[in-house]
């Protein structure tokens, strides 16, 4: 994968000044990350009853786990390794002394996939018949009721199915129908046969994988607050390039944008709060980027970060270099709207060494729009 970034020169006046050598680092955006969810039949599955002509009824309550012989290990045969927490499960209330032959029941959940479908599937067993569904279209099935070689194959194996063409961004319902054999499948050892005589199950497994929210990425679009500090007393390269001369105040127009080299100083304890829209999102590693100047020693300055504009909590401190990259994830944050500079005491100068901004850019954005070729996610600025 190839990019290219166009460079435009400095004018000689302003590069005749310039003691930081500016460099490019690119960053190659990795693959679309996929959100996996994975499931399997245990209580968190709702329970509904079979009517007599093989619709879904009423609701019963959370699945129930069963085996044969309570306490026991369940002998049916499909091997449950691959599905860790997975149980056989059949009809909420279900006791030795409910009616069983030919007794129905539906297992349903909702699954939201925040993005495009990927892949999906279900692996099943059941004694003694199964149909899987996917927003009310079926999938498959496995076993029978009236073939008792059929019905003892599935629950002596797992069968798969594919849920891909049946699944949507959005809300997804996967229904699995189960039925118990006639008495006549217990040798006629009871008939008719309750729970106690003539046993009924169902297990399953599976995952659905979608591809995650696109990640845009920009730089802040609005300043929300802008408190000057003591103006700082110009000194050095970085205050011959600011968009403001001190001591005039700052204006927002040269905080928001790239980094463009165009700064402005907060001033002796003053603080910007920028506005992100669509919000910063935590992403893999670093989340944004501030751009300030070489002169950050002697300008310390916090960084804090907010969902609501009101409570901030802070991210980190820039005290050195000329570009600092933020993590939401140190703070316990999983997005955030606002990211505030402030400006603090001291440094190596004495007074008037107010923080040089030029720029807040996210690495990532929550955004259901598609992701740009190039965008401040994939283009680190960096100075030397």
Not at 301 to 314: H, K, Q, R, T
Not at 336 to 345: F, N
Request: with cysteine; glycine share 12%.
């Amino acid at each position: 994968m190839q990019y290219t970034i166009d460079v435009h020169p400095i004018p000689a006046s302003i590069s005749a000044l310039l003691s930081c050598q500016l460099c490019l680092t690119l960053l190659i955006p990795g693959p679309a990350r996929a959100e996996t969810i994975s499931f399997v039949s245990d209580p968190s599955w709702q329970s509904f009853e079979m009517n007599p002509d093989g619709s879904r009824g009423a609701e019963l309550g959370p699945a129930q786990c069963v085996c044969q012989v309570p306490g026991w290990p369940c002998y049916w045969g499909a091997g449950l390794s691959g599905m860790p927490g997975a149980c056989w499960v059949w009809k909420a209330g279900v006791t030795p002394a409910s009616p069983a032959d030919l007794q129905g029941v539906f297992f349903s959940k909702m699954f939201t996939l925040s993005g495009p479908v990927n892949t999906g599937s279900i692996q099943v067993a059941v004694d003694d018949f199964a149909e899987v569904s996917v927003n009310g279209n079926v999938v498959g099935s496995t076993g029978s009721i009236t073939d008792i070689g059929a019905a003892a194959s599935a629950q002596s194996a797992l069968r798969q199915f594919d849920l891909t063409p049946f699944l949507v961004q959005g809300a997804n319902d996967v229904t699995v129908r189960a039925q118990n054999g006639p008495s006549s499948f217990t040798g006629l050892r009871c008939g008719p046969c309750t729970y106690a005589g003539n046993e009924a199950g169902l297990v399953f497994g599976g995952q659905i994988t979608s591809v995650a929210p696109a990640l845009s990425s920009s730089c802040a679009s609005e300043v929300t607050e802008l408190i000057p500090g003591t103006p700082d007393f110009g000194f050095g390269l970085f205050d011959t390039l600011q968009c403001s001369a001190v001591p005039e105040p700052i204006g927002a127009s040269c905080l928001l944008g790239p980094p463009d080299l165009l700064m402005g100083s907060l001033g002796e304890l003053g603080r910007v709060t920028l506005k992100f829209e669509p919000p910063i999102a935590d992403g893999p590693g670093n989340d944004f980027l501030v751009a300030g100047s070489c002169n950050a020693i002697n300008e310390p300055a916090e960084v804090l970060a907010s969902s609501d504009g009101v409570s901030f909590v802070s991210i980190g401190m820039f005290s050195s270099g000329v570009r600092r990259f933020f993590d939401l994830a140190v703070a316990g944050l999983t997005s955030a709207t606002y990211v505030r500079i402030q400006d603090l005491p001291g440094g190596v100068l004495p007074g008037g060494s107010g923080f040089d901004l030029d720029a807040v850019c996210a690495l990532y954005q929550l955004a259901p729009v598609e992701t740009k070729r190039t965008t401040w996610g994939q283009l680190k600025m960096k100075y030397r």
